[in-house]
Nanobody
Framework: QVQLAESGGGSVQAGGSLRLSCAAS????????MGWFRQAPGKAREGVAS????????NYADSVEGRFTISQENDKDTVYLQMNSLKPDDTGMYYC???????????????WGQGTQVTVSS
């Protein structure tokens, strides 16, 4: 089974940037939709950004539109999330996920990484 491993989290001040990476242990060609979710303490997990393998493009949560950018390596087995102009509200555990399809614009019912912590201080 494909495993996903996130990296790149850390602590930054508001206005700073971080770049998250998600590396797959094997070829992910069966997973058409890859993306990122996040979960803040006491809150539900929410979709942040996604990318569709067949060129259908990308999707972003309204809260990160214009500040975050999702991208893939040419082999499509590594996904990045460039996060700029970070805000304290962006604090949370960020999870990479991959699924056979997108639902409501984000991966659904697929596999998950262990997560990487992002902390933004004011």
């Amino acid at each position: 089974q494909v495993q996903l491993a996130e990296s790149g989290g850390g602590s930054v001040q508001a206005g700073g940037s971080l770049r998250l990476s998600c590396a797959a242990s094997r070829n992910t060609h069966n997973y058409a939709c890859m993306g990122w979710f996040r979960q803040a303490p006491g809150k539900a997990r929410e979709g942040v950004a996604s990318v569709h393998r067949d060129g259908r493009g990308t999707n972003y949560a309204d809260s990160v539109e214009g500040r975050f950018t999702i991208s893939q390596e040419n082999d499509k087995d590594t996904v990045y999330l460039q996060m700029n102009s970070l805000k304290p509200d962006d604090t949370g555990m960020y999870y990479c996920t991959a699924s056979y399809y997108c639902s409501s614009g984000f991966p659904a019912g697929g596999i998950w990484g262990q997560g990487t912590q992002v902390t933004v201080s004011s």
